[in-house]
């Protein structure tokens, strides 16, 4: 086992009850950070974020440093918007980083705005977390009135408002460019990219970094600690730690900050320490590695270390840090359903293949639990799959302006692949079903007798 | 009431000053609106479009789009089930429906009395405390059918009244940020390299 004994870095507060205030942050280091970045030039603070190489902690799993360096130069203002709009299932931990350490946050922002020149950021907190933005607005309030935020912070010539801004209820609005557009009031619907790349074309079409809560959170520690220090710890292209929630069927469930790149999900799932094994001596049946989005994991990928590299040549992603694990008495079929009906209830709208595309595969699959499913379904639903994404391919390819429809293939092909007889059983079909899949993409079961062929 | 009172209506104007664009400030506001009386009123959507500068028919395409704005009347208490795939695993339908049976409406509706909604909501990133549920969007972690019923007679009893406010209300502390200590707003056509950054390019000899 890889449970390594590196120490946190962003949750070194959780344990105290009064983590949250500016007081204890003071007295715990808080706002060390900053005043290291003021001591540097912007371009050094860059420099020592690329050293580290942080990847984003949002889903896509961007290098920060080289995303910071997309701003066109000499264009100007820059924004910074923070990304706190966590709502992909599964994924628990921005809300905890924003409830029990919003200054650590606040600090992460005053040092991303300093290295970009980003004069203004926008906080964007999800609209049903009432408590994270009650914590965030008092931890504002507080580093206002000391100085930490506003005009001249510490007495420099670095100046920034941070404006605490509320969501209403839209997974969409994740997404990077749905959130800008939500951030100018209106309707979280994805822009395209090209051009509406926000380092270049953000909000109010002003070169805009959008960064993770998580992402930033780790900001502190990297200006105070060193980014090599920060770069020690991890493997290959997934450095310093990180945090995963894992919930379903294990005996402990938690949010656990885990050194990234070495721990495995072996480790995650059944170290006493992290989740303690299956519940009630249960049989592992399945887990979902990184987010509603991520094809599922079986088994076999335990062994496969908590690293972007690695999880992706396996074919799936660690996402946004969310596993869920289900147990041998979890319904593939119904399992499969609750995470598209998701999707269908998410789509914006915008693009056809994921607004008609997602409600069917949603009412097919609806069929199929109540027990009214027809031999054909499976075979319909694979077609309604490769419309939406042609191939049914892992990365999806996409016929959309955003990844949401395309993910809402990877659940569906990887319960019919995978546990293709419970889907002929629940459909009251005999025999083969055709199944029109990137086999290579999804992992069979390994006594599946049938070949899985290509389209 | 309906158009903003003029508590409101000075909070309202704070808003507005925070962002380089007036439109920036429609969710917060439309939130504001439906903190003074439960739900999005249309007088309420009429006073925010000109608050901003915008027709009444923007701020409704804006205000359609999200689930938390309510453009009718819902409980004081709005009960929300999490069933997504983690708390689906561990008994969030079974819990919903229990909410169903006991408060005596479908998902989606609303007691009566005017005391509760019921929804049956998507992720809300408490997956390792499921099932969970929220109250005006406060927690309340694994929670077994008992607790759920003693919850229900609480809130009934109004024992949590002061722990969770009405619905409309989100969060009970607002930023402010004070006139001596802010930078100002961004504004594009307007805002300059920013000082620091000019600054260290200077002082690098141009480099950066």
């Keep these: ?31 060390e950070g900053l005043k290291a970045a003021l001591a540097k030039s912007p371009t050094a603070v860059h420099e020592e974020v690329k050293a580290a190489s942080l990847l984003g902690r949002g889903g896509a799993g961007f290098p920060a440093g080289v995303k910071w360096g997309f701003c066109p130069p000499g264009v100007w203002p820059r924004y910074l918007v923070v990304n706190g709009d966590e709502s992909e299932p599964g994924t628990y931990k921005d809300r905890l980083l924003m409830e029990r350490d919003p200054h650590q946050l606040i600090e992460g922002v005053l040092i991303a705005c300093y290295a970009i020149g980003a004069a203004q950021a926008f906080l964007y907190v999800r609209g049903e977390m009432a408590l994270a933005q009650e914590r965030i607005a008092q931890a504002l309030n507080d580093a206002y009135e000391a100085g930490y935020v506003g005009r001249n912070i510490l007495g420099s010539d670095f100046s920034v408002d941070i404006v605490l801004h509320w969501g209403a209820g839209a997974y969409i609005v994740g997404e990077e460019t ?5 951030l100018e009031g209106n309707r979280g619907m994805p822009r395209l990219k090209p051009p509406y790349f926000p380092a270049a074309k953000g909000l109010y079409m002003q070169p805009t970094i959008v960064n993770n809560v998580e992402t930033l959170s780790n900001l502190p520690w990297i200006l ?3 980014g090599t220090s920060f770069a020690e710890l991890g493997a290959e292209a997934s450095r310093g730690t990180r945090l995963f929630a894992v919930s379903g069927h294990v005996k402990n469930p938690g949010v656990y900050e885990v050194e990234f790149g070495v721990t495995t999900f072996r480790d995650l799932i059944y170290a006493p320490v992290y989740g303690g094994g299956i519940r009630d001596g249960n049989e592992l049946k399945a887990f979902i590695p990184g987010g509603a989005s991520a094809p599922w994991f079986y088994e076999e990928h335990l062994d496969l270390p908590l690293e972007s590299g690695a999880v992706g040549a396996a074919g799936s992603m660690l ?47 609806r069929r199929i639990v109540d027990g009214h499913g027809r031999p054909e379904d499976i ?15 892992w990365p999806p390819k996409q016929t959309t302006i955003c990844p949401l429809g395309p993910s809402a293939v990877s659940p569906i092909a990887s319960a019919v692949v995978r546990f293709k007889d419970e889907f002929i059983a629940a459909c009251g079909g005999t025999g083969e079903v055709p199944v029109p899949i990137n086999g290579a993409a999804y992992t069979p079961a390994p006594d599946s007798s049938s070949e899985v062929t290509g389209v | 009431m309906a158009r903003f009172s003029e508590a409101n209506l000075k ?39 000109e608050l901003i500068g915008i027709t009444p028919a923007e701020v409704l395409g804006t205000c359609s789009f999200y689930e938390m704005f309510k453009r009718e009347p819902v409980g004081t208490y709005l009960v929300n089930v999490c069933t997504n795939i983690s708390c689906m695993l561990l008994g969030g339908e079974e819990l919903l429906h229990h909410l169903e049976e006991r408060l005596g409406i479908k998902a989606g509706g609303t007691t009566p009395d005017g005391m509760f909604t019921l929804e049956d909501v998507e992720c809300i990133a408490a997956c390792t405390e499921a099932p969970c549920l929220q109250v005006n969007y406060r927690y309340h972690y694994k929670v077994t059918p008992e607790q759920a019923d003693a919850l229900i007679d609480d809130l009934r009893a109004g024992r949590r009244a002061h722990e969770i406010p009405r619905h409309g209300t989100l969060a009970r502390v607002r930023q402010h940020i004070p006139a001596d200590r802010r930078a100002g707003n961004a504004v594009p056509g307007e805002a300059e390299e920013p000082v620091w950054i000019t600054r260290a390019a200077a002082s690098e000899g141009g480099a950066g």
């Design chain 1, 1 to 31: 086992m890889a449970v390594t004994d590196a120490a946190p870095i962003i949750t070194t507060r959780f344990g105290l009850d009064d983590g949250h205030t500016l007081e204890r942050y003071l007295a715990t280091g808080g706002y």
């Design chain 1, 178 to 182: 749905a959130l800008i557009e939500s």
């Design chain 1, 224 to 226: 105070s600690h060193g």
């Design chain 1, 319 to 365: 996402g946004s840090g969310a596993v869920v694990v289900m147990d041998h008495t979890t319904d593939a079929v119904k399992a499969a359903w609750r995470v598209v009906r998701f999707f269908a209830r998410e789509s914006c709208g915008k693009c056809t293949p994921c607004r008609e595309g997602t409600t069917w595969l949603e009412r097919i699959l």
């Design chain 1, 379 to 393: 075979g319909l639903l694979l077609d309604v799959c490769d419309n939406i994404s042609p191939g049914i391919d």
């Design chain 2, 11 to 49: 909070t309202a104007t704070e808003i507005l000053s925070r962002y380089p664009r007036p439109k920036s400030a429609l969710i917060p506001l439309l939130h504001l609106a439906q903190e003074q009386d439960g739900y999005v009123t249309e007088e309420a959507m009429e006073h925010i479009a």
